[in-house]
């Protein structure tokens, strides 16, 4: 046998039957810079080989013919290879030094062919080898491992004679040259494992991107709803004829955002379907390619722009109650609109920056920035979760200010109150299950005291940060009068209810002409004029 050892040549390529009629024992191509693709049936013809370095090249891929042989592969900064060629042609493979950690999940559970074949053979080899390494060394059997390996066969088959081959008879197995270096103690009874670097870390565990099989489920479930959801209010809204009001603008950004969030689940969710069971090969070209930061830009966008419009909406609510009598206050058109322009701009320029190397994308396999490595990503995470903290804050006191003003029973009848307060501890219920959780271990992370796995942050992932990009459709859109007037009238052009459309449309005009009475009649604001405005603002 020979060492081909073809350091740092010019090669771009190794042909076809390169290695014909040779007995290899080690392929050194380390440091060859330029090399791209080794041939398929590039070992076709030798033997071997055992040993194979491809450290330092260009190879995209391995050959598909030829690895059986291979006991040390050694594929150290080959930034190129991505992807392993299919497990089964790694038989005899005991050391593995690769690039990426993923890869060494492929070689977790994989046993060398000799040890299949021998654990499919011996049932009960268990207690055997029990047995056989309590005998002292001096009674050990030196060269009648063929009578030990016979002695239990003949207890797993004790009727089977001397002439007759027992259905697992190692004479119709093994050859005589096989069993021949075969050692029942060392080979069978202390195998040898598998090693391989680097051994996966923390944040990439060898799992698949959700891990948990019923996350796998529960995703499709939630991403649709989101979609279905927030599509459905972007669409009544935009085509109502009614005149866009401050909270119906309000309203559209907030279901953009949260049908963005969506997006980003069917993004997770898609892409775990396609590499369930092998993400070890798909792992690289996920987390560094362009599909996982569009998908962590979609996120980090959909979750700040979420924030702040549920806060403006807030503030906004707050503001008309407050100020209902006091029409030269009210919030106008033009003044939400740089608002939200301000919002927009600060959700796209804090969703860019891991594009620009502050913290990452990369990481993590469902695309959160969690690199906190360096101390500006370290405070670009403190940033956002601080910022979201102060989101809820500020909605919390708001609806607190509003429960107060409008539970006043000179204002507002009981069951009305009843109905407000009730409403208004679902809006922050929500919204405390969405954020709580997220920003708590997330903290914790942050300052580099994790105080729950990557795997199990998954469960936060699908159960608790899309909660409100579910919940808020249905609670600030769905459930209110309004949107389901707006509702009804469209399915009423497209030939649908056109009698509850037409229920709809008299309402309004029968209220819309009752407060234009009450208004030209009344001298000043009364306290039933004032519990109207209050609820109407709630309701918008």
Not at 73 to 79: E, F, Q, V
Not at 157 to 185: L, R
Not at 213 to 231: E, M, T
Request: net charge neutral; with cysteine; hydrophobic share 45%.
């Amino acid at each position: 046998s020979i060492s081909s050892k073809l350091y740092k040549n010019g090669f771009e390529d190794i042909h076809s039957h390169a290695f014909n009629g040779t007995k290899l024992n080690q392929l050194i191509l380390k440091d060859n810079k330029n090399l791209r693709r080794i041939h398929n049936d590039a070992l076709r013809g030798a033997t071997g080989p055992d040993v194979l370095d491809i450290s330092s090249t260009a190879l995209e891929s391995l050959p598909s013919y030829g690895l059986e042989a291979i006991q040390v592969l050694n594929a150290t900064s080959s930034y190129s290879l991505k992807r392993l060629p299919p497990l089964d042609k790694f038989r005899s493979l005991l050391e593995a030094v690769l690039t990426y950690p993923s890869h060494c999940c492929a070689f977790r559970n994989l046993r060398t062919e000799k040890q299949n074949l021998l654990l499919s053979i011996f049932d009960n080899f268990s207690k055997e080898c029990e047995s056989t390494m309590r005998k002292p060394a001096h009674k050990m059997l030196d060269d009648s491992n063929n009578t030990l390996l016979w002695s239990v066969e003949r207890n797993m088959h004790p009727f089977a004679t001397d002439d007759e081959s027992s259905p697992y008879s190692y004479s119709t197995i093994f050859d005589d040259s096989e069993m021949a270096g075969f050692d029942f103690e060392y080979d069978f009874c202390q195998p040898k494992v598998l090693t391989c670097t680097p051994e996966p870390d923390a944040f990439n565990p060898c799992e698949d991107i959700l891990g948990y099989s019923f996350l796998r489920v529960l995703i499709w479930f939630i991403n649709i709803l989101a979609i279905a959801g927030n599509f459905t209010v972007l669409l009544v809204l935009l085509t109502s004829h009614y005149k866009l009001t401050v909270p119906r603008f309000l309203m559209c950004n907030l279901s953009f955002a949260d049908f963005c969030m969506g997006l980003y689940l069917l993004l997770i969710a898609s892409v775990d379907a396609q590499t369930s069971g092998q993400y070890y090969n798909h792992a690289i070209d996920w987390q560094t390619g362009s599909g996982c930061s569009t998908a962590g830009f979609f996120t980090v966008f959909a979750s700040e722009l979420s924030v702040y419009t549920l806060t403006v909406i807030t503030v906004e609510r707050w503001h008309t109650i407050t100020y209902a009598m006091q029409l030269d206050r009210k919030l106008r058109l033009r003044h939400a609109v740089p608002i939200m322009l301000g919002g927009w701009l600060f959700s796209i320029g804090i969703a860019v920056l891991p594009l620009f190397g502050v913290s990452s994308y990369m990481k993590v396999s469902i695309c959160l920035p969690m690199d906190i490595e360096t101390g500006l990503s370290q405070a670009y995470i403190l940033l956002i979760l601080v910022l979201n903290v102060v989101a809820f804050i500020v909605i919390c006191a708001c609806y607190i200010k509003i429960y107060i003003a409008v539970q006043n029973p000179e204002l507002v009848a009981a069951n009305k109150d009843t109905k407000v307060a009730k409403r208004m501890a679902i809006l922050i219920f929500t919204d405390f299950t969405c954020m709580a959780p997220i920003s708590f271990f997330a903290i914790s992370a942050a300052f580099k005291v994790p105080l729950i796995t990557v795997t199990n942050s998954k469960i936060l992932l699908v159960l608790f940060y899309p909660v409100n990009s579910c919940a808020n459709p249905f609670l600030y859109a769905i459930f209110t009068k309004a949107f389901q007037r707006d509702f009804f009238l469209l399915l009423s052009k497209l030939g649908c209810c056109k009698s509850r459309a037409e229920l709809y449309r008299m309402n309004y005009f029968s209220a819309y002409n009752s407060n234009c009475k009450n208004g030209g009649t009344a001298t000043a604001p009364s306290k039933a004029s004032q519990a109207f405005l209050l609820l109407s603002a709630l309701e918008k």
